[in-house]
């Protein structure tokens, strides 16, 4: 628990995917929109263990902030089985299938909520793709998610917490800023111990502000690690996905 075990059967796993079709992995069935979609969700999660994280419970509270079809939520209960998981995920599709895989694993303790977080209650559009349902670049910001236009129910993070969270995980495709700066506003950061967060370097033309994200979390006692990756790197402002993890000196 809490130990990223198995790590023989997750590669094998992963090979599965890569030999024939399958929707099926230590113990889980997953229904998605596409094959790549999910072999990727699997490398990333699984594989990469790209928000692994140690708690010092067996029962640890956890935040996924664009859970999509969920695939973070199952390696959330497979690492800690006794975890409580709050899932969001805005796009109603993406929702459909993480509720039935949710309810198809027989999940305990996991809520899932279709609503984009944001820094007000609002309706605001979101951008999907018609062509890819469930397209891991759907976002509030029409140059990341380059398709058509809805609008959806968007309400602020902070209402959801009342207590503390072991682990705030946050891929919200451009909008974690908003997130992160109105649960500082709200005071209910505090609570939060650590966060696992996807940071959206250069979409479109938008100007470069990764010096002041991180000077925030900086100013609200945060470290952290970073993983990223681009080639080139010397092509000049090209998107880069840039990993954080995010933690108090005190843990």
């Known amino acids: 628990m809490g130990r990223s075990p198995h790590k023989l059967s997750r590669w094998l796993a992963l090979c599965c995917f890569y030999t ?133 129910e968007a309400r602020r993070l902070s209402d959801f917490i009342a207590g503390p969270v072991d682990l705030l995980k946050v891929d919200v495709e451009g909008a974690e800023t908003r997130v992160l700066c109105e649960l500082i506003a709200s005071g209910k950061m505090a609570y939060v111990r650590r966060m696992i967060l996807e940071y959206h370097h250069h979409i479109g033309k938008e100007p470069a502000q990764l010096g002041s994200f991180f000077t925030m979390l900086e100013h609200s006692g945060w470290n952290y690690q970073l993983n990223t990756w681009s080639f080139p790197l010397s092509k000049v402002g090209s998107f880069q996905d840039i990993l954080i993890y995010a933690y108090r000196d005190s843990n």
């Open 20 to 152: 024939h079709l399958s929707r099926k992995f230590l113990g889980f069935e997953v229904d998605h929109f596409n094959l790549e979609s999910l072999r990727l969700l699997y490398d990333e999660i699984f594989v990469r263990e790209e928000y692994f994280f140690n708690s010092d419970k067996v029962n640890p509270v956890i935040f996924d902030c664009g859970a999509n079809i969920g695939m973070a939520t199952l390696f959330f209960k497979w690492l800690y089985p006794e975890s409580t998981v709050t899932a969001f995920e805005p796009d109603p599709d993406s929702f459909g299938l993480l509720q039935h895989n949710i309810k198809a694993n027989h999940l305990q303790r996991v809520s899932a909520y279709n609503i984009a977080l944001w820094d007000s209650e609002a309706r605001i559009p979101f951008f999907v793709d018609d062509h890819e349902h469930g397209a891991l670049t759907m976002s509030t910001k029409r140059d990341r998610g380059r398709g058509r236009q809805i609008e959806v």
